[in-house]
């Protein structure tokens, strides 16, 4: 894997910020940065009837929007060194291979067509369900002053790799980080619910997070954890702590909440309603 950030625009706002953010990460990092665009020669799934200088027409669209790119890159953060890349090929097939030579892969969450179509479209949840490593998804919003970093926690050892990065993040960025597990009352019927018992669940949630937290608190000692643990919806629980965080982190999957999928629901869930960035980490 090549030490580097890369960032995926199409000239969208949200692509904009997601370049921006890219360059701020790669500072952080002191690693390079790549923008990449993917011109797609058959845009409309027609490979027998391609429009007209279709081709010659979106390579130079697309070098123009690289140019741009570039420019609000430097401009922001002039400290990194960046580079560019015009690919033609599959949005979705390309940011696959993409993703898996780069330290994370950073996209917008809205596109104008090119990688997304619509708000949280089929291509973002495509590349952040399939891709290895790290995706981060940036909305067109995402410039407001960094904030704590969220995390969410659960008893899975898929969630490690989440907690690796979002420990990093906070490091890098010197801010506090917030482990949030969220936990469900259990479903008696008609039985009315006994406080002792969800007491002790609470106790339980609040051990399996300390004992999860242990080993990458004794690896990053420099950074202050709050551990938030509570009864909701993890989706509604993520969601909430995300209006105040610089980054949401979650896992691709988990157990029991997370589900089976490739992307699970919370994840899926998180990406549509965080109010700034999340990033998937895959296991």
Same mark, same amino acid.
């Given at each position: ?137 940036? =909305?067109?919003? #995402?410039? /407001? ?7 969410? &926690?659960? +008893?899975?050892?898929?969630?490690? %790799? !989440? ?9 890098? =960025?010197?801010? #506090?980080? /917030? ?7 259990? &479903?008696? +019927?008609?039985?009315?619910?006994? %406080? !002792? ?9 609040? =051990? ?76």
């Amino acid at each position: 894997m090549t030490e580097s950030i890369t960032a995926a625009t199409d000239g969208s706002p949200a692509a904009m910020a997601a370049v921006k953010w890219a360059a701020d990460d790669a500072a952080r990092r002191g690693l390079p940065l790549r923008i990449v665009h993917v011109v797609d020669r058959w845009p409309y799934g027609v490979a027998a009837f391609p429009p007209p200088d279709w081709a010659e027409f979106a390579a130079r669209a697309g070098e123009q929007v690289l140019a741009e790119a570039i420019a609000v890159a430097t401009k922001y953060r002039p400290d990194v060194r960046v580079t560019t890349e015009l690919i033609e090929g599959s949005p979705a097939k390309v940011l696959r291979e993409q993703a898996g030579t780069a330290t994370e892969l950073v996209i917008g969450s809205r596109g104008l067509g090119g990688f997304v179509g619509a708000l949280l479209g089929s291509m973002v949840l495509h590349v952040a369900g399939h891709v290895p490593g790290t995706v981060v998804v940036v =909305r067109a919003d #995402a410039d /407001r002053p960094h904030g704590e970093i969220v995390v969410g &926690v659960d +008893g899975s050892a898929e969630c490690e %790799p !989440a907690l690796a990065y979002a420990f990093e993040q906070a490091r890098l =960025r010197g801010c #506090a980080l /917030r482990a949030v597990n969220a936990w469900q009352r259990p &479903v008696y +019927g008609l039985i009315p619910e006994i %406080p !002792a018992d969800i007491a002790e669940i609470h106790r339980f949630h609040q =051990r399996m997070v300390r004992d999860k937290l242990g080993t990458w608190r004794e690896k990053f000692p420099e950074v202050e954890v709050v551990e938030d643990v509570r009864s909701a919806h993890p989706v509604e629980a993520l969601t909430e702590a995300s209006a105040r965080a610089g980054l949401v982190v979650v896992g691709s999957r988990g157990m029991g909440a997370v589900g089976s999928m490739l992307l699970g629901s919370v994840s899926r869930g998180v990406l549509h309603h965080a109010h700034g960035p999340v990033a998937v980490v895959h296991s």
